[in-house]
């Protein structure tokens, strides 16, 4: 402990109230988050003789300091705790992909609504259902939506100019009342029933159609009978293909915590209105000496507080901490029953979402062992330290420039460790100032802005830094390295062999090392290639992106009228280019300064 930390005096001073503590070392780093009901017996309790694993004592050891925030509840205190463990994603927390949302299924505030995947605030206008598991999930409920209930898909932009029937009409997929093939009336009686399906209510909606096609055939109305008989044959085969029978109406979840190889899957599986949904696998970090409960009660609390929970939670195990879910509730409004001895039909989903967690983890240590079979191979053949510990702390950087004959011209930079690419830290860079279609001079820019940091002391240098390019690259990087005092050794070309064909590349060094050619075979080149790849595909997006808003942008400055002000007042009121140019003219005139006629011509200047 430093000296101007006295931690005797620091726990005898805490007060027995509920808060968050945090433990940081001598860096300033925090290691851990945690939060409390009485703070001076749950900190105390870290500088025991016995600690609960040796992953704790590990970090106790390494504990400087610690700083503690007072909160006037545990609720406030369990919200606390979660945002700071997803911002500062302390080394000993146990951390699990922080997913900004998840998929729902939209059903808009229309006179004809409309159906839609949809990700995002569900505080808007409209029937939001989910969430889901995946996008396939979703997207698999529109298609039974449309089969049965011939609901639209289109945006609206196409919904109000449309003057005859699309394919899907044609196909059965949609009743069409965009041309007024069904009556806003009948149309949003299918919306009803298309929304109590998805509130669980399926077999009140087959007897309601089987009720109205006995009515219509009464009437002598067979063309209409035999649209409800197919209506009703579509629902029925969606209802026989459903594995899993309707229990209630409950949202269910199960939640799996299974341990093998060395790593954790935490396996979610979500039931809607009866229907299973799918699963989603975790494979959180930090879990070492951490018990199956302790791996749940983590889960639960991150991915429930600030998303829907619902009213039944199946566990594989207890939850370690018996006053989590009170905590939720208190905080979110939202309470839950937690199951761990289901039975019938919830026993199986548990037993099936064990069995998804077990197919998970597996392929997940087969990739794993291949990906890290493919690191060792690559710093085999650069001369890099072996040792599993430094393999697994290998950086790589790779940087590639890309533009279209000069123009949008943009840098990227990839990043792979832990035997993976990480996409959280890769960057993008304008590149500015320099003659079009000048590669070398967009290369050394993005490595001198890059690595300026790392000659200042801000950042560290990465073990190896990939060019994507021959001799010329290469020469260029060097240079720069050599201006900023960094070491050289670190840089690697990756040289197109002749044709530009797979296989051929050659890896070029500045250091006097001859090039090296792997071979179509090498697990090395495997790698360099995924990473040489992944900044060509980063690169081009970046690209094409700001080509593409560079070009929009013109297209509204080409008509007639639209200056400076009028260009901003317009993107500002729709959000954007694509808003402008899917908004109706009846939305154009709402913009200040934009007539009738102006209007007219932004909208067909647009189509």
């Known amino acids: 402990m430093p000296e101007t930390f006295n931690l005797k005096s620091f726990l005898a001073d805490l007060p027995n109230l509920p808060g968050v503590y945090r433990h940081i070392d001598e860096h300033d780093e925090v290691l851990y988050v945690g939060k409390a009901r009485d703070l001076k017996k749950r900190v105390s309790s870290y500088f025991q003789k016995n600690l609960a694993s040796p992953r704790i004592a590990h970090m106790v050891a390494r504990v400087q300091r610690i700083e503690v925030t007072v909160t006037r509840t545990e609720a406030e205190a369990l919200l606390l705790e979660n ?36 990700r995002g605030s569900t505080s808007g206008k409209g029937r939001f259902f989910g969430p889901y598991p995946n996008s396939w999930a979703v997207r698999e409920t529109i298609q039974i939506l449309q089969k049965v209930f011939r609901l639209r898909t289109c945006e609206d932009a196409v919904y109000s100019h449309r003057s005859r ?9 949609c009743s069409a009342p965009c041309v007024g093939q069904i009556s806003l009336d009948d149309y949003q009686a299918d919306v009803d029933r298309a929304v109590r399906f998805l509130d669980g209510k399926a077999g009140e909606v087959m007897a309601d159609i089987e009720q109205r096609m006995l009515a219509a055939s009464e009437r002598l109305a067979f063309e209409e009978a035999a649209v409800l008989r197919d209506q009703m044959g579509a629902l029925a085969r969606v209802l026989q293909q459903q594995t899993m029978e309707e ?110 967690a077990e197919l998970a983890l597996a392929r997940l240590l087969t990739e ?53 690419m990480q996409p959280s830290l890769y960057r993008r860079y304008n590149i500015a100032g320099i003659t079009p279609g000048d590669d070398y001079a967009a290369m050394r820019q993005v490595l001198t802005r890059r690595f300026a940091r790392v000659a200042e002391g801000q950042a560290e240098l990465p073990d190896v830094v990939l060019i994507d390019g021959g001799k ?12 900023l005092g960094l070491d050289t050794q670190v840089l ?11 296989g051929l590349e050659t890896l070029v060094f500045t250091d006097g090392r001859e090039p090296v050619a792997l071979g179509l075979e090498s697990a090395a080149l495997m790698l360099v290639a995924q990473i040489r790849d992944e900044a060509h595909r980063f690169a081009i997006t970046g690209m094409r992106a700001q080509r593409a808003k560079t ?53 067909f200047a647009l189509r």
């Open 83 to 118: 945002n700071l463990i997803k911002r500062l994603r302390p080394r000993y927390n146990i951390l699990f992909r922080d997913d900004k949302s998840y998929p729902y299924l939209k059903v808009s505030a229309h006179d004809a609504p409309r159906i839609a995947y949809y």
């Open 165 to 173: 029937p699309c394919l899907l009409n044609q196909i059965g997929r």
């Open 247 to 356: 229990i209630g109406t409950d949202d269910v979840d199960i939640i799996v915590v299974l341990v093998s190889g060395g790593r954790v899957c935490v396996n979610l599986a979500m039931v809607r209105g009866g229907r299973h949904l799918g699963d989603k696998a975790f494979f959180p970090t930090h879990t070492d000496g951490d018990e199956p409960g302790e791996i749940l009660t983590a889960f639960v609390g991150q991915h429930y507080l600030d998303r829907p929970m619902p009213a039944v939670l199946v566990c594989s195990h207890a939850l370690s901490d018996t006053g989590l879910m009170a905590l939720l509730h208190e905080q979110t409004g939202r309470k839950a029953r937690v199951l761990t001895r289901p039975q019938g039909l919830r026993k199986s989903w548990l037993e099936q979402a064990r069995n998804n």
């Open 368 to 420: 794993s062992g291949a990906k890290a079979a493919r690191t060792l191979a690559l710093a085999d053949v650069l001369g890099l330290d072996t040792d599993p510990s430094a393999l697994e702390a290998l950086t790589i950087e790779c940087f590639d420039i890309s533009h279209t004959a000069g123009e949008a011209t943009q840098a990227s930079c990839v990043v792979f460790r832990n035997n993976d």
């Open 472 to 483: 010329g690259q290469v020469e260029v990087a060097r240079q720069v390295f050599a201006e």
């Open 492 to 502: 690697v070309g990756v040289a197109k062999g002749e044709g530009r064909k797979v």
């Open 551 to 603: 070009r929009n942008v013109s297209r509204l400055e080409e008509i007639e009228g639209v200056g400076a002000k009028r260009r901003q007042k317009l993107l500002a009121r729709f959000g954007g280019f694509s808003g402008v140019a899917n908004a109706s003219i009846d939305e154009l005139r709402s913009v200040e300064g934009i007539s009738a006629e102006l209007a007219e011509r932004i909208y």
